[in-house]
């Protein structure tokens, strides 16, 4: 009787044993398979162009966000923490208005700062008193720009630092992003900080599409994965190049960001914009080259887009209501460019879109172009996109049609610019020719 109850008792240690080690082969198999799904992936690169919104605590001095509190002194972070909530006071944020302008600009998803490397956490949490709820404004602004956003038909990403300059500054520790004790992964504090902050963003406000982790991902992504499958994290698991691009396309996602200016917050003075004409040829390229724009705005502290923001987010309205279809749902043509003509390829057919630029070309003129990557069918159709090529205002007398031959030379192509867009009839931004049945002539 012993030997059979020590017989059952060994099986089912076995048993027990064996188990164990099947669900610890089963967890480390879930957690290898977690990951950006190449669906969700082809989806982001569809989406071209996103709203990233640097905007917290500290935006009302007009200063870098953040960063100023690294090798500030004890007294400074210490005003920093305790003292700029209480005047941060938005009265005049409209965030429905944000995003009907992101929406006129073509903006298919936004990226919120809910928390940068401060630690000042834009949305209500119970991990830490340093967080919007405690300022005048005293409402979950995230919540607000989610549910803006998505009545607009915006996604929505979430913009999280892994970084945390109040836990640290709480730590007894110097405010850094480089030291070892400031990395999560060798703070177990801070990283159960950031998980519990992650938990909230990914329970609270419904799915989000996109999660930027700028700083150390491990076991954050990880994590975000397990609460949304579907979520695609941007920085931290693809290339994200911040102020530059690539030289040459890159393969699978990729997403470049920029600022308007030269800083990501709101900056009153001494700050010099890009030009709504670079804006627009840098989208070109960033397509041209297989990637997404991720285009920053620095609201104020009152709560607004500046002026000298929104007006170059309305001249690059203006280009995409015209060229819309040769930006979203396109893929890199097989080279980039001809000297300064780049290319994209619609992705579900064979129509190529050229575009025109460094040039300055009136209304009613003709210009003629050679392209030698092109090679086109006797089904092709060639024509400057939003305009139909049947008309000239007041000039009834003149056939602005386009044309073209093709020869061992090249494609060559005839085209005049026939819609009025400015009343000067000039017009200094890129021209797009649209070109169908097109084949790769090398």
Same mark, same amino acid.
């Given at each position: 009787?012993?030997?059979?109850?020590?017989?059952?008792?060994?099986?089912?240690?076995?048993?027990?044993?064996?188990?164990?080690?099947?669900?610890?082969?089963?967890?480390?198999?879930?957690?290898?398979?977690?990951?950006?799904?190449?669906?969700?992936?082809?989806?982001?690169?569809?989406?071209?162009?996103?709203?990233?919104?640097?905007?917290?605590?500290?935006?009302?001095?007009?200063?870098?966000?953040?960063?100023?509190?690294?090798?500030?002194?004890?007294?400074?972070?210490?005003?920093?923490?305790?003292?700029?909530?209480?005047?941060?006071?938005?009265?005049?944020?409209?965030?429905?208005?944000?995003?009907?302008?992101?929406?006129?600009?073509?903006?298919?998803?936004?990226?919120?700062?809910?928390?940068?490397?401060?630690?000042?956490?834009?949305?209500?949490?119970?991990?830490?008193?340093?967080?919007?709820?405690?300022?005048?404004?005293?409402?979950?602004?995230?919540?607000?720009?989610?549910?803006?956003?998505?009545?607009?038909?915006?996604?929505?990403?979430?913009?999280?630092s892994p970084d945390d300059f109040w836990m640290?500054?709480?730590?007894?520790?110097?405010?850094?992003r480089r030291r070892a004790e400031a990395l999560?992964?060798?703070?177990?504090?801070?990283?159960?900080?950031?998980?519990?902050?992650?938990?909230?963003?990914?329970?609270?406000?419904?799915?989000?599409?996109?999660?930027?982790?700028?700083?150390?991902?491990?076991?954050?992504?990880?994590?975000?994965?397990?609460?949304?499958?579907?979520?695609?994290?941007?920085?931290?698991?693809?290339?994200?190049?911040?102020?530059?691009?690539?030289?040459?396309?890159?393969?699978?996602?990729?997403?470049?960001?920029?600022?308007?200016?030269?800083?990501?917050?709101?900056?009153? @003075? !001494?700050?010099?914009? #890009?030009?709504?004409? $670079?804006?627009? /040829?840098?989208?070109?390229? %960033?397509? *041209?080259?297989?990637?997404?724009?991720?285009?920053?705005?620095?609201?104020?502290?009152?709560?607004?887009?500046?002026?000298?923001?929104?007006?170059?987010?309305?001249?690059?309205?203006?280009?995409?209501?015209?060229?819309?279809?040769?930006?979203?749902?396109?893929?890199?043509?097989?080279?980039?460019?001809?000297?300064?003509?780049?290319?994209?390829?619609?992705?579900?057919?064979?129509?190529?879109?050229?575009?025109?630029?460094?040039?300055?070309?009136?209304?009613?003129?003709?210009?003629?172009?050679?392209?030698?990557?092109?090679?086109?069918?006797?089904?092709?159709?060639?024509?400057?996109?939003?305009?139909?090529?049947?008309?000239?205002?007041?000039? @009834? !007398?003149?056939?602005? #049609?386009?044309?073209? $031959?093709?020869? /061992?030379?090249?494609?060559? %192509?005839? *085209?005049?610019?026939?819609?009025?867009?400015?009343?000067?009839?000039?017009?200094?931004?890129?021209?797009?020719?649209?070109?169908?049945?097109?084949?790769?002539?090398?």
């Amino acid at each position: 009787m012993n030997s059979r109850r020590s017989a059952i008792l060994l099986l089912f240690t076995i048993t027990l044993l064996t188990g164990c080690a099947t669900n610890e082969l089963s967890t480390e198999s879930r957690m290898a398979k977690l990951g950006n799904k190449p669906q969700r992936q082809e989806w982001f690169m569809d989406q071209a162009l996103g709203m990233f919104i640097h905007w917290s605590v500290d935006s009302q001095l007009g200063s870098v966000i953040s960063h100023s509190m690294v090798g500030a002194s004890d007294d400074y972070l210490e005003r920093f923490k305790n003292e700029l909530p209480g005047s941060f006071y938005p009265k005049k944020f409209n965030p429905d208005d944000w995003a009907r302008i992101a929406k006129l600009a073509g903006m298919k998803y936004v990226v919120f700062t809910t928390k940068h490397h401060s630690g000042f956490c834009m949305f209500k949490t119970k991990t830490t008193d340093f967080n919007i709820m405690n300022t005048p404004h005293g409402k979950d602004i995230t919540k607000q720009i989610v549910q803006a956003f998505r009545r607009h038909g915006i996604r929505v990403g979430f913009y999280f630092s892994p970084d945390d300059f109040w836990m640290l500054h709480k730590q007894g520790k110097d405010v850094s992003r480089r030291r070892a004790e400031a990395l999560p992964t060798n703070n177990p504090e801070l990283m159960a900080h950031n998980k519990a902050q992650i938990r909230e963003l990914l329970t609270n406000y419904g799915p989000i599409d996109m999660l930027f982790l700028d700083g150390t991902p491990d076991e954050l992504k990880q994590l975000a994965w397990q609460l949304q499958p579907n979520i695609v994290v941007t920085r931290g698991e693809m290339e994200t190049p911040e102020q530059k691009m690539p030289d040459e396309p890159m393969p699978g996602p990729w997403e470049a960001c920029f600022t308007l200016g030269t800083q990501w917050h709101f900056k009153p @003075t !001494n700050e010099d914009y #890009k030009s709504g004409t $670079k804006l627009i /040829e840098m989208l070109i390229e %960033i397509r *041209a080259k297989g990637g997404n724009f991720l285009l920053n705005v620095g609201p104020t502290p009152d709560g607004e887009i500046p002026f000298e923001q929104t007006r170059r987010l309305r001249e690059l309205a203006l280009w995409l209501f015209v060229n819309r279809e040769s930006i979203y749902n396109i893929r890199p043509w097989h080279v980039i460019r001809e000297d300064d003509i780049w290319f994209t390829k619609a992705k579900d057919s064979d129509t190529v879109y050229a575009f025109v630029t460094k040039t300055d070309w009136p209304k009613g003129e003709r210009k003629n172009f050679t392209l030698k990557s092109i090679r086109v069918t006797d089904k092709s159709e060639i024509e400057i996109l939003g305009q139909s090529g049947r008309v000239l205002e007041y000039q @009834t !007398n003149v056939n602005p #049609k386009a044309s073209w $031959k093709q020869d /061992e030379n090249g494609l060559h %192509i005839s *085209a005049m610019r026939a819609q009025r867009i400015y009343n000067n009839t000039k017009w200094p931004n890129p021209v797009v020719i649209k070109i169908t049945h097109a084949k790769a002539a090398f």
